[in-house]
């Protein structure tokens, strides 16, 4: 069974995917409206120009056949209006990818990576709810609808995660985490090949070489770093490895003469001294 962890990650990223599929569609649709808008209006004039405009077309709220409002600058602000969305869809659009996000970061910090998707999700809720106040057509009331819907799950999952929703759905810390496979406390492979160095050939051969190898490789030398030495460091790890290191007896060198004791009182004097006497003769 996977972690909660994988879970999370691929349902934050199956969002992401909703997000800019409705991005898509809301751009798509913002398009299609400007164009529509702008061939009523042309429209609208040519039948001004043939003074062939009822007295109702002229006192309608919006031009026909579009969402342009038939007032002052209605057209200029139509199309603004637009513009502005298709604006803010790409924007938005690159924040979900994170692109380039160390200018989210700086400039726009709430859509940069120590945000979560609550700031997203309101603005997507505003562009919907701007697209849905007027009267469009249905592809573009379906693509508006659909950005609401997506906006109002980005909020939850901003309250939910809250700051720590993008790095849980990033993908690049998921391949970075997913390489941490093998457990820390494993030992590297120059260890766990250290105990197949000596083979059952090489043990019918010759055994003392291969117990050559294997002590050389356990104090360090075959692994090519330094021993332990012979001071503290050295009897304590060879202690732990199950050798016994004795005291050396206390020897004296072979050109120092052997302390003599002077002899006692008692085998003075029960030890016949020699006598001397002089001669007659002698001078």
Known sequence: M?????????ALNAARVLSIVSLLLVFASSIFVMVTDIEAVNSYES???????????????YIENSTVPNQL?????????????????IILIM?????????FDRF??????????????IFQGFMGAAVLSQHVDDF?????????????????LGLIFRESAKEKRSITLW?????????????????????????????????????EKRDMSEFGAARGRAGYGFGRQGEKAAGMK????????????????RPTSAPSTSSRSSTPQPHFNSSDTAI
Request: with cysteine.
């Open 47 to 61: 039948k001004q120009s043939s003074n062939t405009t009822n007295v109702d077309l002229v006192n309608c709220d």
């Open 242 to 257: 199950g050798f016994l290191i004795s005291k050396p007896l206390e020897t004296l060198p072979r050109y120092a003469a």
């Open 95 to 103: 924040s979900e990818v994170g692109w380039p996000m160390p200018l």
């Open 140 to 156: 573009t009331f379906v693509a508006a609808f659909f950005l609401f819907v997506v906006a109002c799950l980005n909020m939850l």
């Open 73 to 89: 600058g209605g057209v200029f602000w139509a199309i603004v209006n637009r513009l502005l969305i298709i604006f803010q869809v």
């Open 108 to 121: 726009f910090p709430v859509l940069g990576s120590n945000f979560g998707l609550g700031a997203l999700g």
């Open 175 to 211: 391949r970075d985490g997913s390489r941490d496979v093998l457990p820390s406390h494993l030992p590297p492979a120059a260890d766990l090949n250290r105990s197949t160095t000596c083979t059952s050939a090489q043990s019918y051969a010759s055994t003392t070489v291969c117990d």
């Open 2 to 10: 996977a972690p909660v962890k994988t879970y999370i990650f691929f």
